[in-house]
């Protein structure tokens, strides 16, 4: 169990990353191509990821390189997820470049005493091998993360506009509520479900509030710096829904269900989605029963133009990029 626990100072400093954070993306991936779970959440990416890093020869760098330095495990070196990542992946190479050494060696070496560093991971302290594997995160991104990028984002917009609703309902504190199975508020500290071979932890604030930092790759327990003075953040995971078995990445709308879409019902569903809604309010928006509006929803969620979260007791339905694209090409209803 980790327990992060707040003042009255600290509450007025929480925030919501409004990007995901490349770097932990990175980070969670290759936690998703070493386990199977959740494994039916990201289907068509591990289908996409093995062929990429296979045509790419990404093979040897993946299986000899990251793989020993992200390990399944409850640990991997703080300086590879540098907390000013968040939005901006250059910005996060450049502070992986700039790592003091001393801090590389001490976190190789926690690393080597907690499940085993590979022989050559103490060179990164040597800012020529840190270039070297930048240029390796760099060709790894662009193969498995950056295909992802957009689907990624509007999942984080939605889960936004669900907190958004908690804020304005009840406060900081009615935010923090509806973070999900794995994230439990207790005021004043929110407790999270923790790798069990990390045990329990307690994480202080101290007035310097907590960035909450939703994770499209991040699957199962939140995570957070091992370093307890690194600026405190917490990554935790979205939660998914199963894509439709024959959307390619879960994202490509058949032309069918865009078809069914020109019906005024869903349309309405559409630009009602359009600032986030719930089943109910769609229902009202479009005229229709719940059970019909929940169907319309549903249609659209499998057609790739809007996604689904839960908030709470309801759901609350936000635009895909391919959604807001197809809202703007239409002509405007009567």
């Excluded at 990251?66 to 939005?87: I, K, M, N, W």
């Excluded at 091992?226 to 998914?240: C, F, I, K, T």
């Excluded at 865009?258 to 309405?268: E, H, K, Q, S």
Aim: hydrophobic share 45%; proline share 8%; charged share 20%.
């Amino acid at each position: 169990m980790l327990r992060i626990h707040f003042s009255d100072a600290d509450l007025a400093r929480v925030r919501i990353a409004a990007a995901p954070d490349p770097l932990w993306e990175v980070a969670a991936s290759l936690q998703r191509l070493q386990s199977r779970r959740g494994r039916w959440a990201y289907a068509g990416w591990y289908r996409m990821a093995r062929q990429q890093t296979r045509e790419r020869g990404l093979g040897r760098v993946l299986r000899n390189v990251f793989l020993p330095l992200y390990p399944r495990a409850a640990y991997f070196p703080d300086f590879l997820t540098p907390s000013d990542s968040v939005g901006d992946w250059d910005a996060g190479l450049e502070s992986i470049l700039a790592t003091p050494p001393r801090r590389v060696l001490e976190e190789v070496t926690i690393l080597d005493r907690t499940v085993g560093a590979p022989a050559w991971a103490g060179h990164l302290a040597r800012l020529e091998a840190r270039k070297e594997f930048v240029g390796m995160l760099r060709a790894y991104h662009d193969a498995v993360i950056a295909p992802y990028e957009e689907q990624a984002q509007a999942r984080i917009e939605a889960e936004r506009a669900a907190r958004a609703r908690g804020l304005l309902d009840g406060g900081v504190e009615g935010m923090l509520s509806g973070l999900g199975p794995m994230l439990r508020w207790r005021p004043p500290v929110l407790e999270a479900v923790y790798p069990k071979q990390v045990g329990d932890r307690d994480l202080y604030l101290n007035g310097r509030g907590l960035t909450l930092i939703p994770s499209y790759f991040n699957w199962g327990e939140p995570v957070t710096f091992a370093d307890p003075e690194m600026p405190p953040v917490l990554w935790y995971s979205l939660l998914h829904e199963p894509s439709p078995p024959d959307a390619p990445h879960g994202v490509d709308a058949p032309e069918k269900s865009l078809i069914t879409l020109l019906g005024r019902a869903r349309a309405v569903a559409l630009r009602t989605a359009s600032t986030g809604a719930t089943t109910g309010e769609i229902a009202r928006a479009a005229g229709v029963s719940a059970s019909s509006a929940s169907r319309h929803a549903t249609v659209l969620r499998e057609a790739g133009l809007i996604t689904t979260i839960r908030n709470g007791p309801t759901v609350l339905h936000t635009l895909t990029p391919a959604g807001a694209s197809l809202l703007r090409a239409v002509s405007p209803m009567e």
